[in-house]
Each structure stands twice: as structure tokens, then as C-alpha cells.
């Protein structure tokens, strides 16, 4: 999740190439197979670590890796929104939402105006919060997974 933050959409503090060349400078050191390991998660492009948790939890469920914060756009090419993770080819977006999503009125109307032009553009709407994680990550990959299923998307094709 560090590396996320590291390389995240607003103001990042380096470029992923700037973190590879980082990770091959310890090549031989103790830890450097872990490390190596670690970056090949890292994503850039992220805006929280709920959504590096959200994205891992996908992957770890067997699911092709979503795309991270795309802009998202209508039939007309016009942008509507930047999306938390989505699968663009099958019109799935998940959006994590943390407690400002709720506690935050200005942004909870923005977000139900924003998510209802995704959904008349055909976009499925899967949202994830903390109570997503845990002992109900299983599930929350299963919902992901119906959803993809239903879209069109085949575990063995990809």
C-alpha cells in the first residue's frame, strides 16, 4: 500500500520507474526477493489505501485486475467521472466509500449525481466499504465475480 501511496494520482512523490530503479539498487540485499515481490502490486493512479486493499482483494479473489481511477466517459465521449476501479470492457465500476462519502452531505449528493449519470451511460455499480473487508472479502469477490460473470466476462478467455 506504500507504493501506491507512493505513486498515487494526486501529487505522487515518484514515478513508478523512479520506483523500480529504487527496488533494482537492492538487488542482493536482504529482504530483495519480498520487495520485488511487493512492487509488482504497486499500482499508480490510486487515491486511497482502501482502494489498493479493494484492488488486492480482487486480484486475490482470481478476477482480472481492474483499472485504476480511469476517467470515465458518456456515449459522446464527454467525461463524467473518475472511477475508484473499473473494468471498462464490461461497464463495471467498484467504488470504495469511505466515511466522507456519507459524513460529508456536499460530497453525498455528488456522488448519487455522478453514480446516476454513470448508470444511465449502462455503467453497473458495485460500492465497497470497510465492512467489505475482513471475513467478508470472500463475498465481496463473489459480487464482483457474479457481476463480471453477468457482463459478458469468462474466467478461462480473460
Known amino acids: ?49 482502501r482502494e489498493t486493499q479493494l484492488r488486492l482483494l480482487i486480484v486475490r479473489a482470481g478476477l482480472p485486475e481492474p483499472e485504476v481511477n ?21 461497464k463495471i465500476l467498484i467504488e470504495y466509500d469511505g466515511g466522507q462519502h456519507r459524513d460529508d452531505e456536499a460530497q453525498y449528493h455528488h456522488d448519487i449525481d455522478r453514480l446516476e449519470a454513470l448508470m444511465a451511460e449502462g455503467w453497473r455499480v458495485i460500492k465497497v466499504n470497510k465492512t467489505h473487508f475482513g471475513q467478508a472479502a470472500h463475498a465481496t469477490g463473489a459480487r464482483i465475480r457474479r457481476a463480471l460473470l453477468d457482463a459478458g466476462w469468462r474466467p478461462d478467455v480473460s
Do not use: K, W
Request: with cysteine; charged share 25%; hydrophobic share 45%.
Open 1 to 49: 500500500m506504500i507504493g501506491d501511496a507512493l505513486v498515487c494520482r494526486q501529487a505522487p512523490a515518484a514515478t513508478l520507474p523512479e520506483l523500480a530503479d529504487a527496488v533494482s539498487r537492492h538487488a542482493g540485499h536482504p529482504g530483495a526477493q519480498r520487495l520485488r515481490e511487493a512492487f509488482s502490486l504497486v499500482r499508480p493512479r490510486t487515491d486511497s489505501a
Open 70 to 90: 480511469p476517467a470515465l466517459t458518456n456515449r459522446f465521449g464527454e467525461f463524467l467521472a473518475y472511477g475508484d476501479l473499473a473494468y471498462r470492457r464490461f
